[in-house]
């Protein structure tokens, strides 16, 4: 079977053909491009669709390097609280969502962002039983380091004062000892361990939901980490085994599989690259830090707005060295967190040991840098994994964190790029939003949507060009797949995604977020289209 799509403005990255009218489609790959005369001269009476484009732009079809589908596929079933302000506002949504739930039912659910109350602080634990006293509540911050519980929630995992904390988390504690409802980082498991398990069919309504969602934001591709939260790494790769290759919904999703589960792929036989075009085994996932907003984020230099705060390291340097050693033993690359400065030189000093895998070993985040990290990021073998929107989320309130004499190496992405690092972009979702247009207005304008100034620290911004290719052409380097995606080219997979304005001719970077998706196209096929 051939299609054509035809009338088309077609970036498609590649230097030869940069700007093409038509492709023709065969079997979900790419066979021909050029001009619509040409390609209808050729192909047309051999082709069985002929879709006209009416003018609108495409480029290679979109990826997101990193996000977590499960956890964006929790919105659909627990208590979503993405962009309240007010803690008061954040306790009435408790207490009217604890009102849904059979008396002593867990009241689960994520969001917040104490850097967007305007009245206060965190709740404390004893507000937080006033509005949930019949339930265990178990609520985490928007970047899922940090969580805050109720008194049922510490009685459910028998806490008291000495009770064993899992390496590199602690329950947070009042001067007189008493846990005051903020949880940090892994002792995060010590709850989880209590949550009662979604069903098998809870999770795969909410997750056809998701990719439904991601899929109308002209996403082509997807990196998820999820074998922590669905169960496993066999009840994972079941769920998107038929979700997408036996529903055929389309969605290409790469499997960052979290280290706990690394003996696991050795018994199944799972590999990097294990699957099909559709779902693949990926990278072993590792945290080796936390995040800027609760300030466990591992630094060379102390917190600015803390003294004597570094950060934290999520596990020691014998800990991290064993699981790049085992995941070395089965082949396998790993993808590892590492926002602040000192857990990415931890980390290199451990990789700087092995030989590289057959495939590249991921740098999530690496948040602030220097340039020895610039240099020794700078290699084939290795990709460094930006989420460009958290600098809308972040900024102002990092510059206290960091200082003025580390900002120019924060968020420095442009840097990045000119010292010949490989760089794919990702959303983090649900900690940013999905849409992938968000994240290319964050990496060209250094701003907010609807923030009125040239951008923090405009010295690292980057052009439109640049911030697409980290979404598409540089994204498919993070998972080896650049000679079968990432660019319109001939044998490559027909993945495109169809604007409705060319975001290259724009006077306004601004006006990116006035673009809608009007087609997602993977395998050749119009998965989704604008109503």
């Not at 009241?107 to 006033?130: I, M, V, Y």
């Not at 304008?445 to 980057?462: D, F, S, V």
């Amino acid at each position: 079977m051939i299609t054509l799509y035809t009338n088309g403005v077609i970036h498609t990255f590649q230097l030869s053909q940069p700007i093409v009218e038509a492709v023709a489609v065969k079997d979900g790959r790419f066979i021909d491009m050029g001009s619509s005369t040409q390609i209808l001269a050729f192909w047309g009476t051999k082709s069985d669709t002929i879709i006209d484009l009416e003018g609108k732009t495409v480029t290679p079809g979109l990826t997101d390097t990193h996000l977590h589908l499960s956890m964006q596929a929790m919105k659909f079933i627990d208590l979503d609280v993405t962009g309240v302000t007010k803690k008061e506002e954040l306790l009435n949504k408790i207490k009217q969502h604890a009102s849904t739930l059979e008396k002593g039912a867990w009241l689960l659910g994520a969001g917040w962002d104490e850097n967007l109350f305007t009245d206060g602080g965190l709740p404390t634990k004893q507000e937080l039983d006033a509005v949930t006293p019949h339930h265990p509540l178990f609520l985490t911050r928007i970047c899922e380091h940090a969580a805050v519980v109720n008194s049922k929630a510490l009685e459910q995992i028998n806490y008291s004062s000495d009770l064993p904390v899992p390496e590199g988390g602690e329950i947070v504690t009042n001067p007189d000892g008493e846990a005051n409802g903020l949880i940090l980082e892994s002792a995060s498991v010590l709850f989880k361990a209590k949550i009662p398990d979604k069903s098998y069919d809870t999770w795969k309504k909410a997750l056809r939901k998701t990719i439904t969602t991601v899929i109308q934001y002209g996403v082509t591709s997807v990196h998820s980490n999820d074998p922590a939260y669905l169960g496993g790494l066999q009840q994972t790769y079941q769920l998107y085994h038929e979700l997408l290759n036996q529903e055929k919904m389309g969605l290409r999703t790469n499997l960052l599989i979290d280290y706990d589960f690394l003996e696991d792929l050795h018994k199944e036989g799972m590999y990097a690259g294990y699957g099909n075009n559709t779902l693949q085994i990926g990278a072993v996932k590792i945290f080796a830090d936390g995040a800027f907003g609760r300030r466990t984020a591992l630094l060379k230099e102390p917190y600015s707005d803390q003294p004597g705060q570094f950060g934290e390291a999520m596990l020691s340097q014998d800990t991290l060295y064993n699981i790049v050693k085992r995941a070395r033993e089965l082949a396998m690359p790993v993808a590892v967190h590492t926002i602040g400065d000192q857990a990415l030189e931890n980390v290199l000093d451990i990789l700087d040991q092995f030989p590289s895998a057959a495939y590249r070993d991921r740098l999530i985040h690496a948040q602030v840098i220097n340039t020895d990290l610039v240099k020794r990021l700078a290699s084939p073998d290795r990709i460094v994994d930006i989420q460009p929107r958290f600098l809308a989320s972040d900024y102002p309130w990092v510059r206290d964190r960091l200082g003025e004499a580390r900002m120019p190496y924060a968020y420095a992405w442009k840097t990045l790029l000119d010292n010949g690092v490989i760089c794919g972009g990702g959303s983090d979702a649900p900690v940013e939003p999905l849409n992938p247009l968000l994240g290319i207005h964050a990496a060209v304008t250094r701003k907010a949507p609807g923030e009125i100034h040239n951008g923090w620290y405009p010295e690292q911004k980057l052009s439109m060009q640049q911030a697409f290719y980290l979404f598409t052409k540089y994204a498919a380097y993070t998972t080896n797949e650049e000679k079968i995606k990432g660019t319109i080219s001939r044998g490559k997979l027909a993945d495109m995604t169809v604007y409705s304005a060319d975001p290259f001719q724009l006077k306004d970077a601004d006006r990116l977020l006035d673009t809608s998706i009007e087609m997602t196209i993977i395998n050749g096929d119009i998965v989704y289209r604008k109503g």
